[in-house]
């Protein structure tokens, strides 16, 4: 993501404002029915020209944030000839109504334009990024961050927003591992569904919502090497259990819209595959909302090696891409291919009718004009409680690592050093991907700290270390205005600044870790530790014999297995957006009980990649607690374990999770069994527990995993306070797809397992009978 100046041209565009301002045809009703809307629609595209129909097809940049090596150029001249369909990262009502008034004016049939945005994880306000919010394990919490993220973009002019990213990851390589929900399938679907009903509400025309584009369609996440944008090879049955469901459920929670992901899917990359977007999409999963590229998508095809751009545009209109974003191959070649016999009307007629059709769902044809309103810019964004909301979101999306003899929480006084090249800084507090937010709105980690503690208490700071040792890495780690100030003194130097500042302090607070830019796209690692010049500092403070509480920055689960063994207090932050600093200083002081749970395994090296909780059991599997084994399924020099398993994290107080209890041991076809458990607070501290529920199939027609989860409740406990918690299990939740990917349900027996991480469960049997 790059960030540009407008390419839009403002001051001609403005002159184009002084024009009268003329409606569309007019849209009857604003919640129209499906027939009203294929009347509408049809009725407008027998008016349309091929050329009107093709223009309608291309997706330009507004500039604001560019994804790619190239934007756009001629835009205005573009919108007049009503060459454009929609634009994205352009906002605020001003630009937005000045570019719709661009089209409604001055094109022949006056259809507005779609105004998208990559609003991620919040807009102005931002959220933690969404590894950080899924690991909240909130499902009503997530929703109403995308409720938020919405209110603020609509009142801001956009009505689109390519969110929700619902990428299965297992490969912590990856740097958009950062923009999704984690490693797992059932949580990322329930996240999945939570966005989208966020976003959209239940009703696409109001002025609060935003139509919602579930990406990036398929398999995205698992890019061979865990490099972006690489080949993804997959066999049938992993895809439609394991990687597919999340997008299917964004569809099915009614998603507007889809993105295409960039990636090569067994030898066709997914803008030109046919059997994805298509057989897949439309015709298995009945998704009938608007299908759209990404970046310069179709264009990249040719470096896929499909062929010239007229070829690969063809290619992609017939697989059943219906928007082109930003390459223009629609724009520039579909006419020709239409003569030449390439591709049918039929297609290019599909393809408008969804654009437009997403416009009309969005009641842009009534009024095209709705979203933009300066009033509802002034007072929506930034506002008070959309703060508070942020910095709740981000405590809860913290995850608590370690915590040796209860050194947290710390008191408010005495002396505290604060240390380290992500302790003072704001810009990197909101994460990757928050493209539209005033980065000088962010909370530092020592503004929050010195928020929190007023006058009872001294904080002292010292940065302690370069992000890393490299300076053209920092600088490639810090783009996009994530500065982090470059200190060119030695390091022996720094790091003796900041042991001065330990030695002074009763406690150390080292904020460690990843840049927000060393995530997100386009920002893949090999090395996925703590950068090594850090963990010399890191070591140093150690050296001084002070209690150090390490607060760690990461897009990823990382290899912290050093720190781990060595540091006695780790807390997991990620990027907790806005407000980041305050949420990291009501959990380090106690006033918030962590709650995080990690939604993606942490592994013990880079070497164990993929590390996943649901994995097979192979024909040799190695014993929990085993180590190494001549002839089993193992590695001669780590465990198998993770470091830290998926569904862990700690709290200031403790729970118990008693064993499963069934209501009977037999689940017949469409019945269904409860599961309980009673969760007891033993601890001395009101908390919030996560409460996992898996299960095992224990014999499958083909094999099936270790562990899946299929349930989830996080409940509040007073400490001392116990609890009963229940769980439903259908028939339906032990379906899986079978080697003729049929959905199904096997008779047999199975396990359930209760607990509060993949790794600490409870477990009880029952059947299945058929
Ligand atoms: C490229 C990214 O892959 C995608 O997630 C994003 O929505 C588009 N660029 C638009 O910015």
């Known amino acids: ?426 810009v990197n507090m909101p994460g990757t991907w928050s493209v539209s937010t005033d980065l000088s709105k962010a909370i530092s980690v020592k503004a929050g700290l010195e928020n929190a503690v007023g006058s009872n208490a001294k904080i002292i700071y010292a940065v302690g270390s370069n992000l890393v040792e490299d300076a053209a890495y920092q600088t490639r780690a810090t783009m996009f205005g994530r500065d982090i100030k470059r200190d060119t003194r030695p390091e022996a130097v720094i790091i003796k600044e900041a042991v001065d500042a330990a030695n002074k302090a009763d406690v150390v607070v080292a904020a460690l870790g990843e840049s927000s830019e060393m995530s997100g796209e386009s920002s893949s690692r090999t090395d996925i530790k703590i950068p090594a010049i850090q963990q010399r500092l890191l070591k140093a403070l150690l050296a001084t014999g002070k209690p150090v509480v390490l607060v760690v920055f990461d897009g990823r689960p990382l290899d912290l297995s050093w720190e781990n063994e060595t540091v006695p207090a780790i807390l997991n932050v990620w990027f907790g957006g806005t407000e980041t600093g305050n949420a990291i200083a009501d959990v380090l002081f106690g006033d918030v009980n962590p709650s995080g749970k990690l939604s993606a395994t942490f592994p013990q090296n880079v070497g164990q990649i993929p590390i996943y909780y649901s994995h097979k059991n192979t024909g040799r599997p190695m014993q929990k607690d085993e180590w190494f084994k001549k002839f089993t399924s193992n590695y001669l020099d780590v465990t198998n374990e993770p470091l830290y398993p998926f569904g862990y994290g700690l709290s200031y107080t403790t729970f118990d999770i008693a064993a499963p209890i069934l209501d009977k041991t037999t689940i017949t076809s469409g019945g269904n069994i409860t599961v309980s458990t009673t969760v007891k607070n033993t601890g001395t501290k009101d908390g919030e527990e996560v409460v996992q529920l898996y299960i095992r199939d224990l014999v499958g027609s083909i094999t099936r995993p270790v562990k899946e989860l299929k349930g989830f409740q996080k409940i509040f406990l007073k400490a001392g306070e116990s609890k009963k918690v229940t769980f439903t299990l259908t028939e339906n939740d032990l379906k899986f797809y079978n080697a003729n990917l049929d959905f199904v349900a096997e008779p047999g027996d199975f396990k359930v397992f209760v607990g509060n991480s993949s790794a600490n469960v409870k477990e009880a049997d029952f059947r299945l009978v058929k």
């Not at 935003?210 to 990406?215: E, P, S």
């Not at 009534?366 to 509802?376: G, T």
């Open 1 to 426: 993501m790059k960030v540009l100046k407008y390419i839009f041209t403002i001051g001609a565009l403005t002159a184009v404002v002084a024009c009268a301002q003329q409606k569309p045809i007019a849209q009857t009703a604003s919640i129209a029915s499906n027939s009203k809307m294929d009347v509408f629609i049809s009725d407008l595209m027998s008016k349309m020209t091929v050329e009107e129909k093709i223009g309608q097809l291309n997706l330009l940049t507004g500039g604001e944030a560019i994804t790619g090596s190239t934007g756009n150029s001629d835009i205005e001249k573009k919108v007049k000839a009503g060459q454009v369909g929609g634009f994205f990262s352009l906002s605020t009502p001003k630009k937005i109504r000045t570019a719709q008034e661009l089209a409604v004016n001055n094109t022949r049939l006056k259809i507005p334009l779609i105004f998208g945005m990559d609003v991620i994880h919040g807009y102005k306000t931002v959220f933690p990024i969404p590894l950080g919010m899924a690991a909240t394990w909130d499902m009503a919490l997530i929703k109403r961050t995308a409720q938020i993220a919405a209110e603020e973009a609509a009142a801001d002019g956009i009505n689109w927003t390519f969110s929700p990213m619902v990428d299965v990851s297992r490969d912590p390589r990856w740097g958009r591992f950062s923009e999704g929900s984690g490693e797992d399938t059932f949580l990322g679907s329930e996240i999945a569904k939570a966005m989208v009903q966020g976003y959209q509400g239940d009703d696409l025309t109001k002025i609060n919502t935003l139509m919602a584009c579930v990406k990036h369609f398929a398999l995205y996440g698992a890019a061979e090497a865990g490099r972006d944008y690489n080949t993804t090879d997959m066999s049938l049955v992993k895809m439609y259990n394991e990687y597919l469901p999340p997008y299917k459920a964004a569809i099915d929670a009614g998603a507007g819209t889809v993105m295409v992901s960039f990636n090569d899917i067994n030898g066709t990359p997914a803008t030109a595959n046919k059997w994805l977007l298509t057989d897949v999409l439309r015709n298995e999963w009945g998704f009938k909302g608007m299908v759209v590229t990404d970046y310069t998508g179709i264009n990249e095809l040719t470096a896929h090696g499909l062929g010239d751009l007229q070829q690969v545009s063809a290619l992609a209109l017939n697989a059943g891409v219906d928007m082109d974003m930003v390459g223009e191959g629609f724009l520039t070649t579909l006419k020709k291919s239409l003569e030449e016999g390439k591709v049918k009307i039929e297609d290019i007629n599909r393809a408008c009718r969804y654009i437009l059709e997403a416009k009309y769902k969005l009641g842009l044809f009534e009024d095209p004009y709705k979203y933009c309103n300066d009033e509802r810019a002034k007072t929506k964004i930034f506002t008070a409680e959309n703060l508070k909301f942020a910095r709740e979101a981000a405590t809860k999306s913290f995850v608590l690592l370690k915590n040796q003899n209860n050194l947290l929480p710390l008191k408010k006084s005495g002396t505290i050093a604060l240390i380290g090249p992500l302790a003072d800084s704001k």
